[in-house]
């Protein structure tokens, strides 16, 4: 009766647990007590049954293969993410883009050529100028605000990581309490899985079991993390740009199990490796070539604007605010004060005194067709439009590889549940079956009492 009583409550707690994710089902190991007769002896009658153990039905290898696919889906979901966001920034498809803006400034000093004397085509190069400018602003400023997005995550994660690797320590030493106590901790053990799936879900970890049946878990090339009773937290700092794309006030990854402290730069795979890839690749590249395209704009039009005469008779004036580098060029970018105040600061002409001299205008609006940037091998448009392609072809190689982690997540789910999942109807015929077991081994001890009244009355 004992063991069919064990049977059932165990068959009750898989039924309760049928939809607990990562729980894997549990069954009763049963064998036939020893006999209580002398050995040899031909009146020897068995006692029954014994419930040797609740085991867990699981599989090593595929909660491994499971927490390997978590790690890479979790990478590619992360870089998806932050591509879809940073494509957007240079979508063209509603309103006028870059590149359109780009085209008009060209084409309105196009016109200023034809009309180098008329202000209102004047006025339409200020606002053309204005235009190009603050777009090229705006996307300097949201693709700093996407990293800024990434260090809040990056920091969130690693707060996480550290809960998550606290509480792997305090499960690996309450699993060994139990099993030496000779319990069975299966919920501890799949609870142990679950969080060595979420750890192993922000970077690349490596994880193999003591001599004591403990987790540990190390960090791939940088040092460990869970290593029995004793864990190491990561934390965050902001610190300077270095020469590995990381810029200026972005979080560095510092952690005890490395002797450098900083390893913003080692860890890989994951979310956190996917975000300082992203942020710190992706990103800091595309903030370059901005820097760079507003630089190369800014000192190529000055160059020839400053050899004109604006309406005024002077020479030597800027169109753009003088820009000492690249650094920062695409957040710098203005038009000079003087235009900015007054349109006939704008130079056309390349004699003083030459009314219909436009030759400083049609120079400039033909340095659209001329190789300015990347060492004299790209235009202005060429270099924008790799920005975008690169971005573009960036993101949908990422959406391959989202697609297929997934695909793979789902077939091993499905081998998971295969093993160590609950069914239902197999779990209800169980129970049955148990059910009958304890009726018959009570109808046993009623007739074995009956016996004994029978006997006693004998007596009598």
Do not use: W
């Not at 049963?30 to 068995?46: K, L």
């Not at 100028?129 to 990293?147: C, G, H, P």
Request: a negative charge; aromatic letters at 4%; glycine letters at 8%.
């Amino acid at each position: 009766m004992t063991a069919a009583k064990t049977a059932i409550a165990t068959s009750g707690h898989n039924i309760a647990n049928a939809n607990t994710e990562g729980f894997s089902r549990q069954r009763v190991e049963q064998t036939a007590a020893e006999s209580g007769g002398r050995p040899g002896s031909r009146t020897e009658v068995g006692r029954g049954v014994s419930s040797v153990s609740v085991s867990r039905i699981n599989d090593e290898y595929v909660e491994k293969q499971i927490r390997n696919s978590a790690r890479d889906l979790s990478h590619a979901e992360e870089k998806d993410l932050f591509l879809r966001q940073t494509e957007d920034i240079f979508n063209e498809l509603n309103g006028e883009g870059l590149n359109r803006l780009m085209t008009k400034f060209f084409n309105e000093f196009r016109k200023l050529g034809n009309e180098p004397d008329n202000e209102a085509v004047r006025q339409s190069v200020r606002e053309s100028t204005k235009a190009l400018v603050n777009d090229i602003k705006r996307m300097r400023t949201e693709v700093d605000e996407v990293r800024r997005h990434i260090d809040s995550r990056v920091d969130g994660y690693v707060r996480e990581l550290n809960s998550n690797a606290e509480e792997l320590k305090d499960l690996n030493l309450r699993i060994k309490t139990a099993t030496i106590a000779g319990g069975a901790p299966n919920d501890l053990l799949d609870r142990r899985d679950a969080v060595l799936k979420k750890m192993g879900s922000y970077l690349d970890l490596q994880m193999h079991k003591d001599n004591e049946g403990g987790y540990v878990v190390n960090i791939k090339g940088v040092g460990p993390l869970v290593a029995g009773p004793v864990y190491t937290k990561f934390s965050t700092e902001r610190s300077p740009a270095d020469n590995q794309g990381k810029m200026e006030d972005a979080l560095d990854l510092k952690t005890e199990a490395s002797a450098a402290g900083n390893v913003t730069h080692q860890v890989s795979g994951g979310k956190l490796g996917a975000l300082l890839e992203t942020r710190d690749k992706m990103l800091s590249t595309v903030v370059d070539r901005l820097d760079q395209l507003a630089f190369g704009l800014t000192t190529s039009v000055n160059a020839i604007h400053s050899q004109g005469t604006n309406r005024y008779g002077e020479t030597g004036a800027h169109f753009f605010k003088p820009i000492s580098g690249s650094f920062r060029a695409a957040e710098l970018i203005d038009l000079s004060d003087e235009v900015k105040s007054n349109v006939n600061y704008i130079a056309t002409a390349f004699e003083p005194d030459s009314p219909g001299d436009n030759r400083i205008a049609l120079a400039i609006s033909g340095l659209q067709g001329q190789k300015l940037l990347n060492d004299g091998k790209a235009t202005i448009d060429d270099f924008y439009n790799s920005i975008v392609s690169d971005i573009g072809v960036a993101n949908g190689r990422n959406r391959s590889v989202l697609t297929q982690q997934r695909d793979i997540a789902t077939q091993l789910g499905k081998i998971r549940e295969q093993v160590s999942g609950v069914s239902i109807d197999e779990e209800t015929a169980n129970l049955l079956q148990f059910q009958h077991a304890f009726d018959a081994s009570a109808k046993v001890i009623q007739v074995a009492d009956e016996c004994l009244k029978t006997i006693l009355e004998l007596k009598r």
